[in-house]
């Protein structure tokens, strides 16, 4: 499961994630990748995201004005990796997403 976010939004949200769903043995690769703006994205990023299978998006108020995780979220629709979203606090939903969990502030 590949775990795509905005750093400056769910940085902690995306740890417990990650850690819970290894406990429980999954095997995880959580983007921890700093680009620049304008570069393009990286190959083995993308590889990474297509060798996870499944790829889950951190829903937050900032997520479309982010260039790089947008990128994530088509490569996740165009090669079927879902993605399944997890929304924090009502935030502007992905359409594309397969399935959503919602999760608020005080959870």
């Known amino acids: 499961m590949f775990i795509s976010y905005l750093r400056a939004e769910a940085s902690q949200?995306?740890?417990q994630i990650?850690?819970?769903?290894?406990?429980?043995?999954?095997?995880i690769f959580l983007d921890r990748?700093?680009?620049t703006a304008g570069r393009l994205f990286p190959q083995e990023l993308s590889e990474a995201m297509a060798s996870m299978g499944l790829v889950v998006l951190l829903e937050t108020?900032?997520?479309?004005?982010?260039?790089?995780t947008m990128w994530e979220v088509g490569f996740a629709r165009r090669y079927q990796l879902g993605p399944i979203a997890v929304n924090f606090n009502r935030a502007r939903a992905i359409r594309t997403?397969?399935?959503r969990h919602p999760v608020s502030e005080d959870q």
Not at 18 to 27: M, P
Not at 61 to 68: E, K
């Open 33 to 35: 990748f700093s680009g």
């Open 97 to 99: 997403a397969m399935v």
């Open 13 to 15: 949200g995306a740890e």
């Open 18 to 27: 990650h850690d819970g769903l290894a406990r429980s043995g999954f095997r």
């Open 61 to 68: 108020s900032g997520l479309f004005r982010s260039r790089w």
